[in-house]
């Protein structure tokens, strides 16, 4: 009786945690499912019909309207207007399409900032932004916001239960650099009193005896205006980043309560982010209220010019880093906006290489994605975005190359959701080596604020550490500092400079448990607010790592840098940790040029029944911590593949998925057992191959 009663409490429990995931949102059979952007107030209603109608022969699944739309739901203050999309609405009903709706916030319409004009965020040189643009409003701003609440209102109210409707996008991109406006000034003295408290707690915190930047109270704090000023305290902007981004988050989450008030629990929200590279302006886990996240990519537009096709494709980093990152946000993710053809923003757009938007779209999938989407239907004869492909072209109604990719890919999705079988496990030798990569904003922030070398690229060493996983085939998650480590076999920590006590004793955890743990250099010289310790050089890490650092050294552009590790001599070039390892430590790789030589670039450590590995060293072609960390896997029995650059390979839901960014045709090694569903052993460039083992 009493086991029944613990079972029946244990299914319950399992029941609640499912139903408070995004997973509840999407059925696992469907695997993910394809839609694209509709913009019906851009064409006479005469030809919704016929684009509806096309749209659901080309397989998609679903539209996704109305993030630019203010204007046409809200004509003239307090007046609504939403005849137009209860039409397009019916429409999709009827050609079993699915909609995404989004609040039109990006784009308020003339008369409201007429009215209002303080609306408008401010740029560097207190200049208000104007209207003739989007995402032009501060997101400090009450008036702003009482706007929003009536329109989400009015949204929310009209369509939070039309099951027409799966979900709704707040915004879109939403993204910030710092706003100068005086709301934003407001707000951050507020933001600052809340996390202060006294105006002495905030003197310390920003370092303020320095140059008698010291405050007397609140009322004088303004934004550190970086145009202006020489040498400003790298605390105080830290906090102005992180006001910045919450400022965001906040006006994000405002939205999503007010949709929150009237849509039924069926209904999805979330936001579609931009890619994350270096110094942006928001930060997805920053926000309470979203069911889910969702990026934005275009792959080609100008990039990679090595002489090679991949300006034609891109480059495999940034989707497979999407993929990883937006996925660890909630354990589920969409893709809102992936490049269908040429665009026209680039500095020069090249056509994408045919079969590259096939690859990027199951490059997606194989991340886990529940959602792909692709911005826009219908190529634009109009605005600033001509020349700019759809999937659609200028006619209206002829596929473009990529309009036929994704119908290519729409249907083998379809074959393969016949093949999904729910009951199959991920393969051991996957789940073996899971990584965790603990990364946050802020970390990457504060290294941007003082590089110590025009060489550092902070965004750049976090990705190394994500290909050099993929390269060995290890599934990765980007970790934060509240996430439960031991889900994981490995556990990279790469320049993490900002550390309290908390994160390295659970990081000390991880390993005496059995983890394996690798710090790189940059790691824990700091506290939170990026004050450097009244201790040793990053002494806090010493017991951690095993050893001391004991200074750090940068080469010049011209000048290499000499290691040996393990026989092999490699180069560095961009950071070195000098260390110096304690007993019982061992020395991997020592400098073996420079008034250093002989000592120390890399240590590894027992640390109960796991390990610690410390890279202190950072090379441009990334081949020295390649080694270091094949070795950690390789030491703990963990077993791995050796993908090339450009080749990556993942699992999700009993499919194993391969694509190429690589010029050349790769040769996939593929077991007995292997059932190709889609593609050839042989991948060619770009290519991708999926299949069952
Ligand atoms: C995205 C944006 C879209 C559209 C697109 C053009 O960044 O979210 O609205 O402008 O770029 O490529």
Same mark, same amino acid.
């Given at each position: 009786?009493?086991?029944?009663?613990?079972?029946?409490?244990?299914?319950?429990?399992?029941? /609640?945690?499912?139903?408070?995931?995004?997973?509840?949102?999407?059925? /696992? +059979?469907?695997?993910?499912?394809?839609?694209?952007?509709?913009?019906?107030?851009?064409?006479?209603?005469?030809?919704?019909?016929?684009?509806?109608?096309?749209?659901?022969?080309?397989?998609?699944?679903?539209?996704?309207?109305?993030?630019?739309?203010?204007?046409?739901?809200?004509?003239?203050?307090?007046?609504?207007?939403?005849?137009? !999309?209860?039409?397009?609405?019916?429409?999709?009903?009827?050609?079993?399409?699915?909609?995404?709706?989004?609040?039109?916030?990006?784009?308020?319409?003339?008369?409201?900032?007429? /009215?209002?004009?303080?609306?408008?965020?401010?740029?560097?040189?207190?200049?208000?932004?104007?209207?003739?643009?989007?995402?032009?409003?501060?997101?400090?701003?009450?008036?702003?916001?009482?706007?929003? +609440? $009536? *329109?989400?209102?009015?949204?929310?109210?009209?369509?939070?239960?039309?099951?027409?409707?799966?979900?709704?996008? &707040?915004?879109?991109?939403?993204?910030?650099?710092?706003?100068?406006?005086?709301?934003?000034?407001?707000?951050?003295?507020?933001?600052?009193?809340?996390?202060?408290?006294?105006?002495?707690?905030? %003197?310390?915190?920003?370092?303020?005896?320095?140059?008698?930047?010291?405050?007397?109270?609140?009322?004088?704090?303004? *934004?550190?205006?970086?145009?202006?000023?020489?040498?400003?305290?790298?605390?105080?902007?830290?906090?102005? /980043?992180?006001?910045?981004?919450?400022?965001?988050?906040?006006?994000?989450?405002?939205?999503?309560?007010?949709?929150?008030?009237?849509?039924?629990?069926?209904?999805?929200?979330?936001? %579609?982010?931009?890619?994350?590279?270096?110094?942006?302006?928001?930060?997805?886990?920053?926000? $309470?209220?979203?069911?889910?996240?969702?990026?934005?990519?275009?792959?080609?537009?100008?990039?990679?010019?090595?002489?090679?096709?991949?300006?034609?494709?891109?480059?495999?980093?940034?989707?497979?880093?999407?993929?990883?990152?937006?996925?660890?946000?909630?354990?589920?993710?969409?893709?809102?906006?992936?490049?269908?053809?040429?665009?026209?923003?680039?500095?020069?757009?090249?056509?994408?290489?045919?079969?590259?938007?096939?690859?990027?779209?199951?490059?997606?999938?194989?991340?886990?994605?529940?959602?792909?989407?692709?911005?826009?239907?219908?190529?634009?004869?109009?605005?600033?975005? !001509?020349?700019?492909?759809?999937?659609?072209?200028?006619?209206?109604?002829?596929?473009?190359?990529?309009?036929?990719?994704?119908?290519?890919? *729409?249907?083998?999705?379809?074959? &393969?959701?016949?093949?999904?079988?729910?009951?199959?496990?991920?393969?051991?030798?996957?789940?073996?080596?899971?990584?965790? *990569?603990?990364?946050?904003?802020?970390?990457?922030?504060?290294?941007?604020?003082?590089?110590?070398?025009?060489?550092?690229?902070?965004?750049?060493?976090?990705?190394?550490?994500?290909?050099?996983?993929?390269?060995?085939?290890?599934?990765?998650?980007?970790?934060? +500092?509240?996430?439960?480590?031991? %889900?994981?076999?490995?556990?990279?920590?790469?320049?993490?400079?900002?550390?309290?006590?908390?994160?390295?004793?659970?990081?000390?955890?991880?390993?005496?448990?059995?983890?394996?743990?690798?710090?790189?250099?940059?790691?824990?010289?700091?506290?939170?607010?990026?004050?450097?310790?009244?201790?040793?050089?990053?002494?806090?890490?010493?017991? !951690?790592?095993?050893?001391?650092?004991?200074?750090?050294?940068?080469?010049?552009?011209?000048?290499?840098?000499?290691?040996?590790?393990?026989?092999?001599?490699?180069?560095?070039?961009?950071?070195?940790?000098?260390?110096?390892?304690?007993?019982?430590?061992?020395?991997?790789?020592?400098?073996?040029?420079?008034?250093?030589?002989?000592?120390?670039?890399?240590?590894?450590?027992?640390?109960?029944?796991?390990?610690?590995?410390?890279?202190?060293?950072?090379?441009?072609?990334?081949?020295?911590?390649?080694?270091?960390?094949?070795?950690?896997?390789?030491?703990?029995?963990?077993?791995?593949?050796?993908?090339?650059?450009?080749?990556?390979?993942?699992?999700?839901?009993?499919?194993?998925?391969?694509?190429?960014?690589?010029?050349?045709?790769?040769?996939?090694? !593929?077991?007995?057992?292997?059932?190709?569903?889609?593609?050839? $052993?042989?991948?060619?460039?770009?290519?991708?191959?999926?299949?069952?083992?």
């Amino acid at each position: 009786m009493l086991k029944k009663l613990l079972f029946a409490l244990a299914l319950l429990a399992t029941i /609640k945690s499912y139903s408070q995931t995004a997973q509840r949102f999407f059925s /696992k +059979e469907k695997l993910t499912q394809t839609g694209v952007y509709y913009y019906p107030e851009h064409w006479p209603e005469t030809q919704w019909e016929r684009d509806i109608k096309n749209i659901a022969k080309l397989g998609f699944e679903y539209i996704h309207m109305s993030e630019f739309a203010w204007a046409f739901m809200e004509p003239e203050e307090g007046k609504y207007d939403f005849r137009w !999309l209860d039409k397009v609405i019916d429409l999709a009903g009827k050609n079993n399409l699915k909609v995404v709706l989004c609040t039109p916030t990006p784009t308020p319409p003339a008369w409201l900032v007429t /009215k209002h004009p303080e609306v408008f965020l401010q740029n560097n040189i207190y200049q208000p932004m104007e209207h003739l643009s989007r995402g032009n409003y501060s997101t400090s701003s009450d008036i702003y916001k009482e706007y929003t +609440e $009536k *329109i989400v209102t009015q949204l929310a109210k009209r369509y939070g239960k039309d099951n027409r409707v799966m979900g709704w996008q &707040l915004d879109n991109e939403p993204a910030r650099d710092i706003d100068f406006s005086p709301a934003a000034q407001e707000k951050f003295r507020e933001w600052l009193k809340k996390k202060y408290g006294t105006i002495d707690a905030l %003197n310390k915190a920003w370092g303020a005896a320095f140059w008698s930047n010291m405050y007397n109270n609140f009322d004088q704090v303004r *934004i550190p205006n970086q145009r202006l000023l020489y040498g400003v305290s790298p605390h105080a902007l830290l906090d102005s /980043k992180r006001f910045s981004v919450e400022q965001l988050a906040a006006s994000l989450d405002f939205q999503a309560q007010t949709l929150r008030r009237y849509i039924s629990e069926k209904q999805w929200i979330m936001t %579609n982010y931009m890619t994350i590279g270096n110094n942006v302006g928001y930060d997805p886990s920053r926000t $309470k209220h979203l069911d889910f996240t969702s990026y934005t990519n275009y792959p080609a537009a100008g990039y990679n010019d090595n002489g090679s096709k991949s300006f034609r494709m891109g480059s495999m980093t940034p989707l497979t880093f999407s993929n990883d990152y937006h996925r660890s946000v909630k354990g589920v993710y969409g893709v809102m906006e992936l490049q269908p053809g040429q665009v026209n923003w680039g500095p020069i757009n090249p056509q994408p290489e045919p079969g590259a938007v096939h690859m990027w779209l199951w490059h997606t999938f194989a991340g886990g994605t529940s959602l792909n989407c692709t911005y826009r239907y219908r190529q634009p004869l109009y605005g600033s975005e !001509l020349y700019h492909y759809g999937i659609v072209g200028t006619d209206g109604v002829t596929p473009s190359r990529g309009g036929l990719e994704f119908a290519q890919y *729409i249907t083998e999705v379809n074959k &393969l959701r016949k093949q999904y079988n729910a009951k199959k496990a991920a393969p051991q030798k996957y789940v073996a080596r899971k990584t965790a *990569i603990l990364s946050t904003m802020d970390n990457l922030w504060d290294q941007d604020l003082q590089k110590q070398t025009t060489q550092w690229n902070p965004f750049e060493h976090l990705m190394k550490y994500l290909r050099i996983a993929k390269a060995l085939g290890a599934p990765v998650d980007f970790v934060r +500092e509240d996430a439960d480590f031991s %889900n994981y076999k490995v556990l990279m920590v790469p320049a993490y400079q900002l550390v309290d006590q908390a994160i390295i004793t659970k990081i000390q955890k991880f390993a005496e448990n059995g983890g394996q743990v690798i710090l790189t250099c940059r790691t824990g010289h700091k506290d939170k607010n990026g004050h450097l310790w009244e201790a040793k050089w990053a002494e806090p890490i010493y017991k !951690l790592i095993g050893a001391e650092v004991q200074f750090f050294d940068l080469m010049m552009p011209n000048t290499e840098g000499k290691i040996s590790m393990a026989g092999t001599e490699y180069n560095w070039n961009n950071w070195g940790d000098i260390l110096k390892p304690f007993a019982g430590t061992e020395s991997l790789a020592k400098y073996t040029n420079q008034f250093y030589a002989g000592q120390t670039a890399v240590t590894k450590v027992k640390q109960g029944k796991g390990t610690v590995t410390y890279i202190g060293v950072d090379t441009d072609t990334g081949d020295l911590e390649k080694a270091a960390v094949r070795k950690v896997y390789a030491d703990a029995g963990i077993a791995t593949e050796d993908y090339p650059a450009g080749i990556n390979v993942e699992y999700r839901d009993g499919f194993w998925v391969a694509v190429n960014y690589t010029s050349q045709p790769f040769n996939l090694n !593929l077991p007995a057992n292997a059932k190709i569903l889609v593609g050839e $052993k042989v991948l060619p460039s770009p290519g991708v191959t999926v299949w069952t083992e």
